[in-house]
Nanobody, 115 residues
């Protein structure tokens, strides 16, 4: 059984910051890529940021310079530091964990940015 659990979401004013965390646990084979996606009401799920086991990162243009992804390989944990938040960042944020065998999604954590 594999569990992917996000935490750290909440309500914040525009310009504020939040830090999301995601822990993957259970019978996980080798993790390659961990990442964050988000889905706003009425919109498709979209990539926010990903990071490989070697530390290579990829960001959506909309979050570059504001969000930072990092990970602790020993703890199977990925973080998303979100600064200068905007109302358009409001969404459910999902953690994605990809192993050499398959991928897993978390249940999501709500981030709401008020104007």
């Amino acid at each position: 059984q594999v569990q992917v659990v996000e935490s750290g979401g909440g309500l914040v004013q525009a310009g504020g910051s939040l830090r999301l965390s995601c822990v993957a646990s259970g019978n996980i084979f080798r993790i390659t890529v961990m990442g964050w996606y988000r889905q706003a009401p009425g919109k498709q799920r979209e990539l926010v940021a990903t990071i490989t086991s070697g530390g290579s990162t990829n960001y959506a243009d909309s979050v570059k310079g504001r969000f930072t992804i990092s990970r602790d390989n020993a703890k199977n944990t990925v973080y998303l530091q979100m600064n200068s938040l905007k109302p358009e960042d409001t969404a459910v944020y999902y953690c994605n964990t990809i192993t050499t065998r398959t991928g897993y999604w978390g249940q999501g954590t709500q981030v709401t940015v008020s104007s």
